[in-house]
Structures are given as structure tokens and as C-alpha cells.
């Protein structure tokens, strides 16, 4: 069946250190992922996205990186803040307009 | 920006109450959706929208109702609130067409059924 999977529920790192959050897919027919951001007391927010014909794209401070060899999305986070702890979900669109959720990482900053 | 608005934070009712959760969205989005957040399970999709007066069920529709009249509005409704239906509820937004399909959140209601 149709899954969107995070490897870690949780991840702990460093103020300034990099940040790596893992995802895995399994339906090879999904052509657009999103990676949101969801903290305390919101609802989730996007933070960028990526097109199946693309293996990389990058925002600010941000990237998004695709394999489709093994249904694997990452998203990276450079110089992590305080502010960056959140819980982040992977999406995979399948149907145009309806999204499946991965089950969420929730990243930690420590000082 | 976009902004989708939900009609409570917080919400307590009692067992077999019938429970209205409204959402409304300003940038005249054509789909809308309901999703219910448990720890452990993610985001989970109730129902969902692309038109006016138009409904799909997504993932658990069970125990769940909808009701789109005006675009801009997307109502929830538990017919007769159960305790296993204690959750945060998160309504959300997108445009068709353009390909990016980025949904927009609202802040969720904490629904607690006592």
C-alpha cells in the first residue's frame, strides 16, 4: 500500500551543527514531495518542496535532497537554530491535490 | 500569505454530543481538508474537498461528516462525539492546478470528548 515513512521519530542535535531528516516512500508513481514544519501549538507549515524530475533543490539554509532509486527523501538543514525545533513531515502527492504524511521527526536544538 | 482559520483552539464535549469544527480560508482555494493528528500516527485524512457542495472520503471517514456550501468553508461534523475521537483536528487549504499542490494549515482544534 501507499506509505511515506521517517526513519527516526526523534533527532537531537547540536546548535550550529548540520541536521539530516530522513524519509522513505514506497509508491514509485508519486512525483512531488513537500517537507513541512510543524511547532508547538500549529498547524504545519511548508518549507519546501521537490518535483520527481528533479534529485536536489535547495531554499535558505535548506535542502531537499530525492533519490528515486530507493524511495528516499532527505531534508537538510544547515546551521541548526533553536528555532528550527519542530516536528517535520515528509508528504508524497499522489493523487493531484491529496497528500500521505509521513509520521513526523521531531528535531530538538540543544544550546 | 494564506490564511485558514479554525472556529476553536480548545474544545471539550461530552459523549454522544454532536460537535461542528469549522474552517474557512481566505485565497479562494478550491480544496480543502480535514486530518486528525494522534502522537504516533501522524496526520491522518478524514475528508476532503475540491468544490463546492463536492466531498471525498480520505483515509477514516467513519463517525465523521462534511459540509461544503460556500468555498471558503469547510465544516467537520461528529455526528455523536466519542471518546476515541479526542484529537487535534487540522483543516487545510490548497489551489488546483499549478502543480504544487502545497497545502495550508490552520492552527487545529483540541477536541477533547469526555
Known amino acids: 500500500g501507499e506509505s511515506v515513512g521517517l526513519h527516526l521519530p526523534t533527532l537531537s542535535v547540536q546548535e550550529g551543527d548540520n541536521s539530516i531528516i530522513n524519509c522513505a516512500y514506497s509508491?514509485?508513481?508519486?512525483?512531488?514531495f513537500i517537507w513541512y514544519k510543524q511547532e508547538s501549538g500549529k498547524g504545519p507549515q511548508f518549507i519546501i518542496d521537490?518535483?520527481?524530475?528533479?534529485d536536489k533543490r535547495q531554499g535558505q539554509r535548506v535542502t531537499v535532497l530525492l533519490n528515486k532509486t530507493v524511495k528516499h527523501l532527505s531534508l537538510q538543514i544547515a546551521a541548526t537554530q533553536p528555532g528550527d525545533s519542530a516536528v517535520y513531515f515528509c508528504?508524497?502527492?499522489?493523487?493531484?491535490?491529496?497528500?500521505?504524511f509521513g509520521d513526523g521527526t521531531t528535531l530538538t536544538v540543544k544550546p | 500569505d494564506v490564511k485558514v482559520t479554525q472556529s476553536s483552539r480548545y474544545l471539550v464535549k461530552r459523549t454522544g454530543e454532536k460537535v461542528f469544527l469549522e474552517c474557512v480560508q481566505d485565497?479562494?482555494?478550491?480544496?480543502m481538508f480535514w486530518y486528525r493528528q494522534d502522537p504516533g500516527l501522524g496526520l491522518r485524512l478524514i475528508y476532503f474537498?475540491?468544490?463546492?457542495?463536492?466531498?471525498e472520503k480520505g483515509d477514516i471517514p467513519e463517525g465523521y461528516s462534511v459540509s461544503r456550501e460556500k468555498k471558503e468553508r469547510f465544516s467537520l461534523i461528529l455526528e455523536s462525539a466519542s471518546t476515541n475521537q479526542t484529537s487535534m483536528y487540522l483543516c487545510a487549504s490548497s489551489q488546483s492546478g499549478g502543480g504544487t499542490d502545497t497545502q495550508y494549515f490552520g492552527p487545529g482544534t483540541r477536541l477533547t470528548v469526555l
Open positions: 521537490i518535483r520527481s524530475n528533479m
Open positions: 485565497m479562494d482555494h478550491e480544496n
Open positions: 509508491n514509485s508513481a508519486s512525483d512531488y
Open positions: 508528504a508524497e502527492n499522489i493523487n493531484a491535490g491529496k497528500s500521505t
Open positions: 474537498s475540491y468544490d463546492v457542495k463536492m466531498k
